[in-house]
């Protein structure tokens, strides 16, 4: 029996937009949770994983161990290197870098959008202009926390991948910092007595907040949109002769 296309998200916000544009329900796998639904005639699920390498690459192996996976697909935000980056540009890259390691990892060409340009997997924060400019020398485009430990889950398991990520924020716009991530739990959701107490001590820090709330969405929803479409132009599944 064929397997399923996985859409694999760190944060529920990712999810969101996949859930709402596949029609996906809430489906129990063994051990775990999962949204399940279909396109193009492929079974389709989508799980969240948490944020950062570790949570990633432990929810791939919880994935793979529970549902048959015929390839993933990472569907999620960005942080931009360039100032004048797009909110909502679309990031299809040659090459992911996990910055711990130096290794690299290339996705597989899915769907009609021209790769381009280097993504660089780190768990740490990075706004220095010297770093930030020695990164767009080397060719990186943009900053997330869980693409390399993804892609070298599934090289072990000798399983396709393709990445989708859209711009959230800038690297040079100083919209995160450690106090924010700080306001974040692993899971991606916000802590509210903490965020009660960041904009009480920072209560001009409101608008920006609110600002990076809604880029963030946006995004998700573009990156969401170019997955759906790329997973749209596999070929369909030639029928079994019980279907």
Same mark, same amino acid.
């Given at each position: =029996?064929?397997?399923?296309?996985?859409? %694999?998200?760190?944060?529920?916000?990712?999810?969101?937009?996949?859930?709402?544009?596949?029609?996906?329900?809430?489906?129990?796998?063994?051990? $775990?949770? $999962?949204?399940?639904? @279909?396109?193009?005639?492929?079974? %389709?699920?989508?799980? %969240?994983?948490?944020?950062?390498?570790?949570? #990633?690459? &432990?929810?791939?192996?919880?994935?793979?161990?529970? /549902?048959?996976?015929?390839?993933?697909?990472?569907?999620?935000?960005?942080?931009?290197?360039?100032?004048? +980056?797009?909110? !909502?540009? $679309?990031?299809?890259?040659?090459?992911?870098?996990?910055?711990?390691?130096? +290794?690299?990892?290339?996705?597989?060409?899915?769907?009609?959008?021209?790769? !381009?340009?280097? =993504?660089?997997?780190?768990?740490?924060?990075?706004?220095?202009?010297?770093?930030?400019?020695?990164?767009?020398?080397?060719?990186?485009?943009?900053?997330?926390?869980?693409?390399?430990?993804?892609?070298?889950?599934?090289?072990? &398991?000798?399983?396709?991948?393709?990445?989708? &990520?859209?711009?959230?924020?800038?690297?040079?716009?100083?919209?995160?910092?450690?106090?924010?991530?700080?306001?974040?739990?692993?899971?991606?959701?916000?802590?509210? !007595? #903490?965020?009660? +107490?960041?904009?009480?001590?920072?209560?001009?820090?409101?608008?920006?907040?609110?600002?990076? @709330?809604?880029?963030?969405?946006?995004?998700?929803?573009?990156?969401?949109?170019?997955?759906? &479409? #790329? /997973?749209?132009?596999?070929?369909?599944?030639?029928?079994?002769?019980?279907?």
């Amino acid at each position: =029996m064929p397997g399923s296309v996985a859409f %694999v998200c760190a944060m529920p916000m990712e999810l969101a937009p996949l859930k709402r544009r596949l029609s996906l329900k809430a489906a129990r796998f063994g051990s $775990l949770d $999962l949204q399940r639904g @279909s396109l193009g005639g492929h079974s %389709v699920v989508a799980t %969240v994983t948490g944020m950062g390498g570790e949570l #990633a690459r &432990r929810g791939v192996a919880r994935l793979c161990d529970e /549902v048959e996976v015929e390839r993933v697909v990472i569907v999620g935000i960005a942080g931009a290197l360039a100032a004048g +980056a797009a909110i !909502g540009a $679309l990031v299809v890259p040659d090459v992911v870098v996990d910055a711990a390691t130096g +290794a690299q990892y290339r996705p597989d060409r899915l769907g009609e959008d021209e790769p !381009g340009g280097t =993504m660089w997997t780190t768990q740490e924060l990075i706004t220095a202009p010297d770093a930030i400019a020695a990164l767009r020398e080397a060719g990186v485009v943009c900053l997330e926390m869980e693409t390399a430990a993804i892609a070298e889950a599934c090289v072990a &398991r000798h399983l396709p991948w393709s990445v989708f &990520r859209a711009i959230s924020d800038r690297a040079t716009d100083a919209s995160l910092d450690d106090e924010v991530f700080g306001l974040i739990n692993p899971d991606g959701s916000f802590r509210p !007595g #903490a965020i009660t +107490a960041y904009f009480l001590k920072h209560p001009g820090r409101v608008a920006p907040m609110v600002r990076f @709330s809604r880029d963030a969405k946006r995004a998700a929803e573009c990156a969401a949109a170019a997955a759906v &479409r #790329a /997973v749209g132009h596999l070929p369909p599944l030639a029928a079994t002769p019980d279907s």
